[in-house]
């Protein structure tokens, strides 16, 4: 079941969001050579605790870590450990925060250093293709408008679109109903409408978009190993287009 939200609901939501926003800015700086994923999972669960919210997905579906930290060929669900981020890396962090029962959820890549000038392409394309598919939304148009835009745009830059994952909506809990894909057909799925909320996160890779998951069943691999994207923010359908709920 889809839910609209009031504007009680969305006030919290916005708190919410705004945090997960907020913790990506403070964990930016901390993002160089030499930081272990563990120090990045502590440093952000921390901030999170400190700003009267609870980290999302620690515990969500028997995940164990505050964040969700994937480097290069990790797709989404990597886990914190006492690995290093090395100079020439791009790392994900999807970061959830939940304030009174309801939640913001927002990924972002970074790179780590000077980084290889075709991933800044694919970090630049996989952002640019979220904002290309929040261009959609708005009372009226379908889930599918989101997808296929998405997928079109990545198209155009050659970048493949990971088909088994996708974004959702989010409120009182962190994966709700519907399910928003990286790809679909103009003028189909769920219509949008005005206080839906949703998460939109396109997950492009330079490669193959085919997947397997890591041994901890957990973490999302490209079968290739080539390096792959993530952006997503959560975002409340208003009456004429859409509000951005993990922005400043």
Known sequence: MITIRSEREIALLRQAGNVVYKTHQYIKPFIKEGITT???NRLAEEFIISN?????????????YALCISINDE???GFPSERTLKNGDIVTLDIG?????????SGWTYKVGEVDPVLEDLMKYTEESLFVGLSQIK???RVGDIGFAIAKYAKEHKLGVVKELCGHGVGTEVHESPDVPNYGKQGTGPLLREGMVIAVEPMLTLGSPSIYVDSND????????????HYEHTVVVTKDGYEILTGE
């Open 38 to 40: 563990n120090e990045l």
């Open 52 to 64: 009267d919210c609870t980290p999302s997905f620690k515990g969500c579906e028997g995940f164990p």
């Open 75 to 77: 797709v989404v669900h």
């Open 97 to 105: 925060a939940c304030y009174k029962g309801y939640h913001g959820d």
């Open 139 to 141: 009372p009226g148009n």
């Open 218 to 229: 957990w973490t999302i691999i490209t079968q290739d190993h080539s390096p792959s994207a």
